[in-house]
Nanobody
């Protein structure tokens, strides 16, 4: 069993930055594919970024070059550094663990409660 707790969300102006953190419990964190997803009001949950146990990363086209996903296995933590934020990045951001394919939310076994990110124009 893995529990995930996100933090770092908030209100920021367009062009600003935020760093989200996702702290995981459990001994097997280092082997998990970790993902970040987001859901805006009235929209479906969408893939944002993912990082494998070995550190390979994947990003949605909409965030490439602006967001960076990283992990520190010794701290059981994964991060999402978000730069050059846009109003369309406004959403609840979720951390997920144990995925089978980086962008498929259905394959992730564990989910955090989400953290709100609001970008004002």
């Amino acid at each position: 069993q893995v529990q995930l707790v996100e933090s770092g969300g908030g209100l920021v102006q367009a062009g600003g930055s935020l760093r989200l953190s996702c702290a995981a419990s459990g001994r097997s964190f280092s082997i998990y594919l970790m993902g970040w997803f987001r859901q805006a009001p009235g929209k479906e949950r969408e893939f944002v970024a993912a990082i494998t146990s070995g550190g390979s990363t994947n990003y949605a086209d909409s965030v490439k070059g602006r967001f960076t996903v990283s992990r520190v296995n010794a701290k059981n933590t994964v991060y999402l550094q978000m730069n050059s934020l846009k109003p369309e990045d406004t959403a609840v951001y979720y951390c997920a663990a144990g995925g089978t394919y980086y962008s498929d939310s259905r394959g992730y076994r564990y989910w955090g409660q989400g953290t709100q990110v609001t970008v004002s124009s």
